[in-house]
């Protein structure tokens, strides 16, 4: 769990940071802006999950993509810069605002471009080493997965469950690739 966090840490470390704002340093604020997201996310909450047992669904999400023993460090950013790139396109929706509370939504998805402006200048380096290193993208599993999410939310019409259920099932997986403690 706190696996993806310390395969990060290696890649600032490996960064060659240019000094500056542009370099790649997710030092800065990463951890802040995750945790804070997380928190927006738990505070969202507007039924109680125990109403929606009949909606609950296993999404399937691709531990393998994110797990360390089979990521190398170079695809660590591609695959967390993908998975806040598809958090923000499931909530940055007409269904989403007509759902949420928009002050908390606005707010989760500031943070969420905060986060992925900060990852942006680590994901060029990734790409120039890449290049060479033949293979699937790495990110495909995680695409898959969230279409799954927003083909489910279509097909229970964006019920008041439906969106519970998968803001639940996001609080997971942001806990399981950025937070290293237990809130
Ligand atoms: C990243 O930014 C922090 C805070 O500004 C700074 O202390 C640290 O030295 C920077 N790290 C790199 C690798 O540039
Ligand atoms: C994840 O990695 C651990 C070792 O780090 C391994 O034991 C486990 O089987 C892996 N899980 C998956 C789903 O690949
Ligand atoms: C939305 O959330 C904010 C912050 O918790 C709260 O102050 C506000 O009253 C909420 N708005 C609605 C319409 O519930």
Redesign the pocket.
Known sequence: MALMLSLLSALVVFSYGHGGSLGCNLTVNHDLVSRENFLLLDQMRRISPSLCLDDRKDFRFP??AV????VQKTQAISVLYEMLGQTSRVFLTEQSSAAWNTTLLDKLLTGLHRQLEDLEPCLVQEVGQEESAAGKDPTADVKRYFLGIRLYLKQKKYSDCAWEVVREEIMKIMRSFSLPTNL
């Open positions: 531990q393998q797990n360390g023993s089979q």
